[in-house]
């Protein structure tokens, strides 16, 4: 127990011993986005009793939800669920065992973030369109 003060200690993973790679932070945002969508699933279902209710719940939620803030939270909900859901894909061609080598990983790495900013645009245009693309 007298060796105990003087083992290395290991370095801090957020100091400037690392740097963060592609691979750790698609890790974390993928953690991240699916807190943050079980977050949301309380939200959708506050929404969904809302507008069964009707009357001034129905309005209240309307209210909210197409206020500036309440459509920039639908935004970054949305672009949660697509990288969710793109990153997913990509975690199951990995346990299909596809895509492990460095440059595979990190083709799909980019693939994954330009799908979900092109298809959250492409969501959020229709929406807004009316839903007449």
């Not at 932070?25 to 079980?38: D, I, N, Q």
């Not at 929404?47 to 939270?73: D, H, N, Q």
Request: proline share 3%; charged share 10%.
């Amino acid at each position: 127990m007298a060796n105990l003060d003087k083992r290395p200690l290991s370095p801090f993973m957020l100091g400037q011993t690392y740097r963060f790679q592609i691979t750790s932070v698609m890790s974390l945002l993928h953690r991240m986005t699916g807190v943050v969508l079980a977050l949301a699933a309380f939200g959708f279902s506050w929404w969904i009793m809302s507008m069964a209710l009707g009357g001034g719940y129905a309005e209240c939620a309307t209210a909210v939800t197409s206020s500036l803030p309440g459509k920039i939270v639908l935004f970054l909900i949305s672009l949660a669920l697509m990288y969710h859901l793109f990153n997913g894909i990509r975690h199951l061609a990995w346990d299909a065992g596809f895509g492990f080598r460095i440059p595979q990983v990190y083709a799909s790495g980019y693939t994954v973030l330009a799908l979900t900013v092109v298809s959250t645009l492409i969501l959020w245009f229709v929406a807004m369109s009316g839903g007449a693309a």
